[in-house]
């Protein structure tokens, strides 16, 4: 808890391991043989703890007090918001994932948007520069290939909103994990969508109501189903928990893929994130229903792929002018207008895109009118 208001804004990082030749259950399931007591003790040096977890037969799911963890084979994704301290888990996987599975990493990426609450985050998490030294400590020399930016949102709009990346990878080539949906070459999407100055309607939906005796998985599920968050993803199994007095998390599975949405809907710093991997069209094509949910006055969208999104061939800057029109057309009839944008070529073939969305004149004078 901060000291003005409890931190949205996530910490995102993904660790992508090799698995190995050979081995039997540990080159199927790789980190997912990983020791209960050695994620415990990761999210412990996170200072966070699981409140549910799901899986099917690609991957197994978490539900956090702060946030969300995915574990495929090859692949550990960890996302914590607050004033967690997510990248001590670093140092804390590798071991058992190395010593105990015979896993070796293989790249590094770290994501996160601006805080609302920069002065309450622990170290090293409070300035960049001192995050970056960080994992530049905490991962092998054998991750070479190094790189770290703060992408900028450069319209008056936009605010002081920012992206900050970095990536570490041991090759400059595709280092994506194989065991997912991208295991058939197609290009592989991650969309990090931020929200702020939710719908003070709509986010009412994630408030508990006093003398409510439900549990909070049972709260989850009926606010999913209430809010569309449901709908967001159809085809997706989802797991929705309700904390007290207000907040939300849900993660959903279908197939080898996942979404998860968080919710802190508290006045006057209300946020509400949504994240999905997978193909390019589905993922981007889900961004706006998952906008429409909240209707934000400011909106932030961070689009990650491998690979070209083109023909063979493609120049990046092409494959990025693809992947800003293809999120514009799914924010801007949201009554949002796009403010900036950017893009940048990361280490293991990897390219980041960052747009801005602010509410438009005409739709904050509507949001008035119906307050």
């Known amino acids: 808890m901060g000291s003005s208001g409890f931190e949205g804004f996530e910490k995102r990082l993904e660790l992508v391991f090799s698995l190995p030749s050979c081995g039997g259950a540990r080159v199927q399931h790789g980190l997912r043989l990983l020791p209960v007591g050695a994620l415990r003790e990761a999210l412990e040096a996170v200072q966070c703890a699981v409140v549910s977890a799901a899986g099917n037969t690609a991957f197994d799911a978490y539900v956090l007090s702060e946030s ?3 574990v495929y084979p090859s692949r550990a994704v960890l996302k914590t918001c607050g004033t967690t301290r997510l990248l001590r888990a670093v140092p804390v996987l590798l071991r058992p994932a190395g010593d105990e599975l ?5 790249s590094c990426r770290y994501s996160r948007g601006s805080y609302l609450f920069p002065e309450a985050q622990p170290f090293p998490h409070a300035d960049f520069a001192d995050e970056v030294r960080y994992l530049d400590g905490a991962v092998p020399s054998g991750l070479r290939f190094r790189r770290s930016s703060v992408m900028s949102a450069s319209h ?6 920012r992206w900050h990346v970095y990536a570490a990878s041991a090759s400059d080539d595709d280092v994506t994990g194989k065991d997912d949906e991208h295991a058939d070459g197609t290009p592989h999407f991650t969309v990090d969508v931020c929200m702020t100055d939710l719908d003070r309607a709509l986010d009412r939906q994630f408030f508990l109501t006093p003398g409510d005796g439900r549990t909070s998985h049972a709260t989850g599920e009926a606010m ?7 709908d967001v993803n159809p085809r997706s199994l989802a797991f929705g928990c309700a904390f007290s007095p207000c907040g939300y998390s849900m993660n959903a599975l279908d197939g080898a893929r996942y979404a998860t949405v968080h919710v802190t809907p508290e006045d006057g710093h209300s946020y509400a994130s949504y994240e999905r991997g997978g193909d390019g069209a589905g993922a981007l094509a889900s961004i706006g229903k998952a906008v429409a949910v909240f209707r934000p006055a400011t909106v932030s969208v961070s689009v990650c792929y491998y690979g070209t999104t083109g023909t063979e061939g493609t120049p990046q800057a092409i ?11 799914a924010v801007e009839p949201l009554s949002l207008a796009c403010r900036s944008r950017a893009a940048e070529a990361f280490p293991g073939a990897m390219t980041v895109t960052y747009q801005t969305f602010t509410r438009t004149p005409a739709a904050s004078l509507d949001m008035i009118d119906r307050s």
């Open 68 to 70: 969300s963890l995915f």
């Open 102 to 106: 015979g896993l070796a990493l293989r």
């Open 156 to 161: 008056r709009h936009s605010g002081q909103h």
């Open 224 to 230: 999913t189903a209430a809010s569309g968050l449901g």
């Open 319 to 329: 494959a990025a002018a693809w992947v800003w029109s293809a999120v514009a057309d």
